[in-house]
């Protein structure tokens, strides 16, 4: 799950990692009373999207006086912001966030996140703050220090003062910059968080070191234990029908195609949706049902697929080993009846009850092709998409 | 012979009270391997479906011998089962718990070097069959056939489409193992690799890896030096786009990192035969076995020097010795 820039920098300020605060806006009668709050410019507004890149797109403004401020938050709030991690569609900014400016001397970059050579956690540094860690990593990888840590024990304080005098820190500050560190990892750690990101740290006239930015992103499978925060998800940056799979316990990412898939198990979902593009087609979208798929489950896959316009036909791969394949016909034909399914439908089933699965499926008046292997199902759909359009 | 999972396993399953560790327990058990009971913690004494319970690991081997585990609990509690079974004498750890926090993973991960001797496979895998023999774990048993095909993997129902294409092929498996589709996992493809490798049932291997990560590069860097065998392979995800999650925890394309393409590439430049698409799984096997024979047929056979031929000789009779004592 990923947050907002306003909420990480709410979490780093529980953990005592210095962030500048500021006021969410999310109507323009709403910025007189940011500006009440923060009275002091000059100031920046940062649209509030889940993506990187903001600034170059147009998402960050610097504003001087109240009139600016007026000004940048009516251009950036409903703005459609396109950077390299939107995609060529965008994101509509719904929300900006009214921070105070603060004057730095030195970028940094610093992020925590699980590596999976070393199976810990590691922090990822470099003194080039500012710029993508992507680029730098391609251009610059001796730029970028790297230290292991202690997945039972965190950071320890002497690690936390070598990577500040290696970031050419300032020898004063530490102390603060050791804490700063540790903070993060302990953070990082606590909150069973996939990634945390500073771009940039910023290093103050005082010498003192503070976060421009703030980035949180929490583990799936984390979120269990940290109810709190999994009440923070913003709906409206996410794709309603994954959100509306993942209340029934399915899998679900749309994909750029038109090929609806309907899958048990994330490998062979995956491997569908690979055949569909190898034969020619293109999916619509990755759909795990589960191993242990249910009638129910199935029925409400076959719906979030067909809210979906673009697709054209609709593969089913069943390889049965938990799930039962007569009890997903069953959920087939349950919601090829409710939705008035008309589009063309190849079906492979393998495994557990295939010869239940296949009679039922026969029995039920419902127009489909039976697919013998993946291959076979593969080309079908991608043949009966194009015997449509010809 | 078989990796890892062979007759001598004595099976107990973690939280076999739950409806998956029951149910599973008694397909293993239906199976024909030796399901010796289980344990929840506070219905220690009582017996379920045939199935002794205990309140603890320590206990489950005390009184039952058991050394290997199938761990059913549930992901918040699953990482201290893991270590539960290791602390508890348990040699063979298989966790087919789903969802467990990276970051338990990764403690977990720490403690378990210290016990050298214990493998864990999983989590989040659909574990490990030998056919014919036992199975520890959550495939269909009956879509197997004992033979000589080793197949390692980080999905579930993937694993079963290419075992069953082995089967359709006509031949069977040695040993079957689903590592995991998680970033952290016990066993990793390398460590499969090398088990299947040494195997001397295992005339070939299958290997099917998917996006994120560079595990499947690694295990490739190693059948290029070390495999003797012929090796298959397939790797899922070649239409995933990049910061997705696909499915499984650990299937992400990040930075530009772990894509099918790279992953592909790296396989190929170690011999290996890659399906291009997931229905020629059991093609690319049969390419690269016959691949695999033409060349060993070009190759002079190996003379054994003097030296090894009397080293040999000796332990034939010490060999011989032994059983007339006997």
């Known amino acids: ?390 | 012979m078989s990796v890892l999972l062979d007759k001598n396993a004595k099976v107990i399953c973690q939280g076999i009270t739950g409806t998956a560790g029951l149910f599973h327990s008694k397909a293993c058990r239906e199976y024909g391997t030796k399901m010796v009971g289980g344990v929840t913690p506070g219905k220690g004494g009582t017996e379920i479906e045939g199935f002794k319970v205990f309140d603890t690991v320590e206990q489950a081997v005390k009184a039952t011998g058991a050394n290997t585990t199938m761990i059913f609990v549930p992901a918040l509690f699953a990482a201290d089962a893991i270590l539960e079974a290791a602390a508890g004498g348990i040699k063979l750890i298989v966790c087919i718990t789903e969802g467990i926090p990276a970051n338990d993973m990764a403690k977990v991960n720490k403690i378990l070097k210290g016990y050298p001797d214990v493998r864990l496979i999983g989590p989040n895998c659909p574990g490990i069959i030998t056919p014919g023999v036992a199975k520890v774990g959550i495939m269909p048993g009956y879509i197997h056939r004992p033979g000589k095909i080793g197949i390692v993997s980080r999905s579930g129902t993937l694993t079963y489409e290419a075992v069953w294409q082995v089967t359709q092929l006509g031949m069977g498996q040695s040993t079957c193992i689903g590592i995991g589709g998680d970033p952290i996992v016990g066993t990793t493809h390398i460590d499969a690799m090398r088990l299947l490798n040494e195997d001397k049932n295992t005339e070939a291997v299958i290997m099917i890896g998917e996006i994120g990560g560079s595990n499947e590069e690694e295990a490739a860097l190693y059948v290029k030096k070390h495999m003797k065998k012929p090796v298959a392979a397939f790797i899922a995800g070649a239409s995933a786009p990049p910061g997705k999650r696909m499915g499984h925890a650990g299937a992400i394309v990040s930075g530009g990192k772990g894509t099918a393409k790279e992953k592909i590439a790296a396989l190929e430049a170690a011999g290996i035969v890659v399906a291009k698409s997931p229905g020629e799984i059991g093609n690319a096997l049969l390419e690269a076995m016959k691949k695999s024979k033409g060349k060993k047929k070009a190759a002079k056979p190996e003379k054994l020097s003097k030296k090894d031929r009397k080293k040999l000789e000796k332990e034939k009779r010490k060999k011989e010795k032994k059983k007339n004592k006997k």
């Open chain 1, 1 to 390: 799950m990923k947050l907002h820039e306003y909420q990480a920098k709410e979490i780093f300020a529980k953990y005592g990692i210095p962030v500048t605060p500021g006021a969410v806006v999310k109507h323009l009668s709403e910025v007189d009373e940011a500006l009440k709050k923060f009275p002091q410019g000059p100031w920046v507004v940062k649209a509030q999207v889940h993506a990187g890149g903001r600034g170059k797109a147009g998402g960050v403004k610097f504003a001087k006086t109240e009139q600016e401020v007026q000004e940048k938050s009516a251009a950036i709030l409903g703005m459609t912001l396109i950077s390299p991690q939107t995609g060529p569609e965008g994101k509509l900014v719904k929300k900006i966030f009214i921070t105070p400016a603060v004057d730095y001397v030195k970028e940094l970059y610093v992020s925590v996140v699980l590596d999976r050579v070393n199976r810990t956690p590691i922090i990822l540094a470099s003194a080039e703050g500012g710029t993508e860690i992507e680029e730098l990593a391609v251009t610059k990888p001796e730029a970028i220090f790297k230290i292991i840590v202690d997945p039972i024990e965190g950071l320890h304080a002497y690690q936390a003062r070598q990577l500040h005098l290696r970031l050419g820190l300032p020898q004063e500050a530490i102390n603060q910059g050791a804490k700063l560190f540790q903070n993060m990892v302990r953070c990082f750690m606590d909150l069973d968080l996939s990634m945390l990101e500073v771009n940039p740290l910023v290093v103050l006239k005082d010498g003192s070191i503070h976060c421009l930015d703030a980035k949180v992103d929490f583990e799936d499978n984390g979120l269990a234990r940290h109810k709190d925060y999994a009440t923070w998800r913003d709906p409206d940056e996410e794709d309603a029908r994954e959100l509306e799979a993942a209340q029934h316990g399915l899998s679900y990412i749309s994909l750029d195609g038109y090929i609806g898939c309907l899958v048990n198990g994330a490998g062979l979902a995956m491997a569908t949706a690979d055949a569909i593009q190898y034969f020619g087609g293109s999916p619509a979208n990755f759909l795990d049902v589960g191993g242990s798929a249910s009638q129910k489950a199935v029925t409400q896959a076959f719906k979030i697929i067909l809210s979906d316009t673009r697709v054209k036909a609709i593969l089913v791969n069943i390889f049965g080993g938990i799930a039962k394949c007569d009890v997903i016909a069953q959920g087939i034909i349950d919601a090829a009846k409710e939705v008035g399914l008309s589009l063309p439908l190849v079906v492979r089933l393998e495994g557990t009850n295939v010869e239940k699965g296949k009679e039922l499926l026969a029995q039920s008046g419902l127009k489909y092709s039976f697919a013998s292997s993946m291959d076979e199902a593969a080309k079908a759909v991608v043949a009966a998409v194009k015997g449509a359009n010809s």
